[in-house]
Every structure is written in C-alpha cells, then in structure tokens.
C-alpha cells in the first residue's frame, strides 16, 4: 500500500514538471503575449527616460505588443530598480538600469534593497554617454580653470544639482571635488528634469549631467558646457574639451545604460529581447539618432553586459572611496 502511495506521488511529481516545462516553453515560444512593463527608476525627461522610450518603441514595433514605459523615480534609482528585482521573472517587467543603479549605488549605500548582480539577468548594454560639466550662463567662467579658480575665491557659495544620490552625476561632482580640493555643495535632486529647470533658473550653480538630457539646453544657449567628463570628446559637442585635457588629468566619469530583467528570467526570453535591442543598436538609424543626442550606441551579449557590470562596479567603488562620498 505504502508503495503504491509513493508511486504515485512519484508519478504525480513527473506530470507536473512535465506539464510546468512545457508551459514554460510554450510561454517563451509565444512571448510576448501582452504589454511589456519598462521600468525607468527616474523622473521624465531625464536620459533614462529618453533611451527607455526609444528601445520601447522599437520593441512595439517589432512584437506589436506595447511597451509602456513607467518611472519610478526615488533613492538615486534604488526604488525603481528593487521593484524589477521582485518582480516575476517572466520578461513582462524589465528595468532601463544605469551606472548609478548597478556599479555605484553597492558601494555608496550603506545598505541595498537588491544585489545588483545576483536579482537581475542582464539583457544589453544600450548605450554610453559623457556627462557634461554645464554652468548657469550667469556664472562668471567659461573653462575648468576657471570654475576652479572662481570656487577657491568663492568657498560655499557654488550648489552642484544632481539627479539624485548616488548617480554619476552626483559621483562626477564628487570626483570633481576631491582631485580639485574647491568646495561646493551638493543638492540632489529626483532626476534630472527638475535639476535642470533649477540650473536654468538660477537656483543651482552648476551640473554634471548625463549629456543628452542636457544637450538642446546648451545649444538654445540657456546653459554653458565647459567641459565633458569621458576621455575622449563628444561628437555632439565637438569643440567643448573634456575635463582630463581642461587641466585635470586623469578624470572621467561617464555614464551607461541597459535593459536588465529579473533573475531567473529564461534565457530564451532574455535572448529573444537581446536580439531585437542589438539589431536597432547595430543600424544606422540607431547609431546616428543616439549620437545627435550626445549618446553611443553599444549592443553586445547579455553575458557581455554582465561581465562589464561586474568590471564596472570594480571600477567605481574605487572612485566613490577616493570622493569620500557615502550614504546611510
């Protein structure tokens, strides 16, 4: 009897992994089915946004099924990203993460929602971008030296605006700070957008920002781009110097972007959304419409993006030590 019991409880096991491995790859075969959820832990308006809505499009156009991108902005990107991190790891709710959320923020924060590399599968890594040291056209300077001279006879009085703790924005002006030894204070802000409505208007002094969230205010000339933060200069800024050729040697702190999904999301789904970004990524069209944006196309495999990740994490928890900068 006891046997019997236990043959069929066996038996029982067997159909239903059976039967949960083939919904499973019926679910990836038929993905998507329905609206997929782009998670952009910041505000509108920012970059985040700007790259989240266009890899969004592409993937609407490409499945028919919409795309909706939903911000969630708080913690330098923390909210947002831990959302994705619990969520089902089925491919209908993916994350547009970001140096902040997952190289800078473990070694910023002293404590984390999410592990940065263990809660999530990588898809691709969609784009590098410089930021951009950019001052209110009121600020009497027009290069690095300057600023730097204008801080040292000015202790305290210079307002740096970020999009929030722990970005590379604000870890950019840190960087700042500690190879210059000026003084400035930080205000962070929920994103970029309302960061930049404050720099316009006076209220701060000057920002680090991700280039292409920046880029029609410098050329309406409501701001003034002293500088870049990459190693290299910008295509849309071409004769703006970075900070490294400005009298800095040494600086940079550019910023990335890419779509992660949950851990555990089946590769096959993972594998199906790395091909269709990399094929937009690999176009012409992509290429040239990021660039005029201040943004380089990347691609690459998802084991790509987590490798770099890791090297990035590596990279920036060096950086976040030397500024000195940390958040409880």
């Known amino acids: 009897m006891h046997r019997s019991i236990r043959f069929a409880a066996g038996l029982i096991a067997v159909v239903a992994a059976s039967l949960f491995a083939a919904s499973l790859a019926f679910a990836q075969a038929t993905y998507p089915s329905k609206p997929i959820r782009m998670v952009v832990p910041f505000p509108p308006g920012g970059t985040t946004d700007i790259l989240a809505r266009a890899v969004a499009q592409k993937l609407t156009e490409a499945w028919g099924q919409q795309v909706i991108v939903d911000n969630r902005p708080g913690a330098g990107g923390n909210i947002g990203s831990d959302l994705v991190a619990k969520a089902a790891p089925d491919g209908y709710t993916l994350l547009m993460g970001t140096v902040g959320t997952h190289a800078i923020n473990p070694s910023l924060y002293a404590r984390m929602p999410y592990d940065a590399q263990k809660d999530f599968a990588p898809v691709i890594l969609v784009a590098g971008v410089p930021n951009v040291l950019e001052v209110n056209p009121s600020l009497p300077v027009h290069t690095v030296q300057e600023l730097i001279a204008y801080a040292r006879a000015n202790p305290g009085k210079l307002n740096f605006a970020s999009s929030g703790n722990g970005t590379s924005i604000h870890l950019s002006g840190e960087l700042f700070k500690a190879m210059t030894g000026v003084k400035m ?144």
């Open 185 to 328: 204070t930080h205000v962070p802000y929920k994103g970029s957008a309302p960061a930049l409505a404050d720099l316009v208007g006076g209220q701060v002094q000057l920002m680090f920002d991700n280039l292409p969230s920046s880029l029609g205010l410098i050329k309406g000339g409501k701001l003034r781009a002293i500088a870049v933060t990459s190693t290299t200069r910008s295509s849309a800024l071409p004769d703006v110097p970075t900070i490294a050729e400005s009298g800095l040697p040494g600086y940079e702190a550019s910023s990335w972007f890419g779509v992660l999904a949950p851990a555990r999301t089946p590769p096959a789904i993972v594998d199906k959304l790395n091909a269709v970004i990399g094929a937009w990524l690999a176009s012409p069209e992509a290429k040239e419409k990021l660039a005029s944006q201040g943004a380089v196309a990347a691609g690459g495999t998802p084991a790509d993006f987590a490798h770099y990740i890791a090297s990035e994490t590596v990279k920036w928890a060096k950086v976040v030590k030397a500024s000195g900068a940390h958040i409880d």
